[in-house]
Each structure stands twice: as C-alpha cells, then as structure tokens.
C-alpha cells in the first residue's frame, strides 16, 4: 500500500511539472509579474515549496532569479535553500514565505558559491537569520565575491540596491543535520560535482533530494572552466544515486524524478565526455572540438548558448587526462 502510494505521488508530482513546463520557456521574461521573483512558489509534496528560476540567463527582467529557491516550513520554523541573487530577491522570497506560514525563517542554506545561491545573503542576515554552507563554497565566494557582485549589478542595476557581500555564519566539511522537530534535513557534501562547494539537501523521511548544481532538468548543463566532469561523473555514481530518491529538485528546472536528472546531467555528461575522447583519439584539434554532435540534447534550453562551450571545456579537461 505504500509503494501504491508513493507511485501516485510521483506521477501527480510529475504531472504537475508537466503542466507547468508548458508556460516553462527562457523566452517567457517574467512568469510572476508583480513580484521580483521569476514564478509564485509551489508546495510541490506537504511543506517542500520552491520558486522555479528562468531557464535563460541572469537578466534584469528576471532579477537573477534562474536557479530554484525553495523552502521548507514546519512547526519549528522555515529553511530556505538558496539566498537568491540580491537582496531585493531574497526578500521578494521572503514576503511570499510570509502569506504561507507565520513561522520564522530560521536557517538559510547555500547551495553553493555562486551569486545566485550568496548573494542574497546580506538580506537575511539583516534579518538576524543563521547561513549554513560548505566551507569550498564559503573559499570560493570569498575570493571571488566583488567579480560576482559586479556581474549582478550590471544586470539588475536598480535591482541590485542594497545588495552586499556577506559570507556564510555556519560552515561544514562532509554533513549537517538540522532537526526541525520530527523533520530531520541533512545538507550533504557528497564530492566534487558542477562548482566548488555544491551541495545537495537530502530530508530522508520524504525521499525528496533538493540537489542543487548536482543536478539539472530542462536546461542544458553549463561546464565552468573550473568544472571536473570526470568527478563529478564519480560523485553522482558513488554518492548521489545512493540517495535512491522518490522525488528530485534540481537546481534549475522543475521537480521531477532521478530519470530525468539523470538523463541530462550524468548522462549527458559521459556523451560529451564520450564524444570528446573519440574526438581526440581521432587527433582532433580544439578548434574544431565546439562543433561534435550533441544533437540529442538540442532541445533543452540554453543549448545554443552552452553547447559549444561545453564541448571545448571537455576538450581541455580530456586532453592530458
């Protein structure tokens, strides 16, 4: 009876993603037009919500917001996964909070180093909230801070008024569990995966996994200069399949299943690699390494902005591999 269940659920979880995929597009500029969030937060299973972030880039008519910013709420008080981009962001996230629940935010977790995971940081910690992260994130966003802030305020310019560098309160190395009552959340670290710091906040009792960077649906994957898809390749296969969740947050795209994910962040992952090495056993050269066949993930969004990137990042990685 609860396998029954558990089944019924997903399929309505997916369902709804289905639906909402529909208006889901990185054309669409605005989704919420009367908040500077990109689209209204959903409750997706009881007491796990998350805001979808614009499949396209950062831009001022989405304010940032192309990462998903979720949220947990208990009896205890709310978790917030993700800071957003800004402060102006953060607290849009923060007055929708406020019309689901009178409970406090107690905790806000990075997902990250990246802006869209930090920046908002300075907002909620005005609000004398605590800002969980993994200790690479903290490094990461520590040295590259001022760059990144620069990066948003070119986008969002009035948008990013108020805005500040901030670092993490809490920082951890492997796992931290936070007990919200009967609700046990654990943000994990579980290896080297898309950026340095990412990680992925596991709730065992709902089988649900907010993945962060780990993990991505809908949207083509960005390979970052910095990215080791080899490792990360290993972490998903060591660590996060291990996991064996029934429900899947990514970190950009609507909640789905560990099918989805996996079909367009591992496997994509080991097709390019797969291509590339192919490519480079045949003496392939780098300038013509951006054009190898990726055309069954051409229909994902941002594929014409990342695909050839992707490919030559491979190609310097795999090359002295």
Do not use: C
């Not at 978790?79 to 019309?99: M, R, T």
């Not at 029934?246 to 970190?251: A, E, K, L, N, S």
């Amino acid at each position: 009876m609860y396998k029954q269940l558990e089944i019924l659920a997903l399929s309505v979880l997916i369902l709804i993603s289905i639906v909402i995929k529909a208006v889901s597009d990185e054309n669409i500029k605005d989704q919420f037009p009367n908040s500077f969030l990109y689209s209204k937060p959903n409750e997706y299973i009881p007491n796990i919500w998350s805001a979808i972030g614009a499949t396209g880039p950062p831009t001022y008519e989405n304010t940032g917001h192309n990462n998903n910013l979720s949220f947990i709420t208990s009896s205890e008080g709310v978790v917030v996964i993700n800071a957003g981009a800004s402060s102006s962001l953060a607290q849009a996230l923060h007055d929708e909070i406020k019309k689901i629940t009178n409970k406090p935010v107690i905790l806000v977790i990075n997902e990250n180093g990246q802006g869209h995971a930090m920046l908002g940081n300075s907002y909620w910690i005005d609000q004398g909230v605590p800002i969980l992260a993994h200790e690479d994130a903290i490094k990461e966003f520590e040295d590259n801070g001022p760059q990144i802030l620069n990066r948003m305020i070119r986008y969002n310019r009035d948008k990013a008024d108020g805005t500040r560098l901030a670092l993490p309160t809490i920082s951890f190395t492997d796992k931290y569990v936070i007990n919200l009552g009967n609700l046990v959340i654990e943000a994990l670290y579980l290896g080297p995966a898309h950026s340095p710091g990412d990680i992925s906040v596991w709730i065992p009792s709902k089988k649900l996994v907010i993945a962060g960077d780990m993990a991505f649906h809908e949207r083509l994957l960005p390979i970052f200069s910095h990215t080791n898809t080899k490792e990360w390749i290993a972490t998903w296969d060591n660590e996060f399949e291990k996991l064996n969740p029934i429900y899947v947050i990514p970190g950009h795209g609507h909640p789905t299943n560990m099918d989805q994910v996996r079909k367009y962040t591992r496997n994509y992952l080991l097709y390019l690699r797969g291509k590339i090495g192919t490519f480079i056993e045949n003496g392939g050269e780098l300038k013509d390494a951006y054009y190898v066949d990726q055309t069954p993930f051409s229909h994902l969004q941002t594929f014409k902005e990342l695909a050839t990137r992707n490919a030559g990042r491979v190609y310097e990685e795999m090359e002295f591999e």
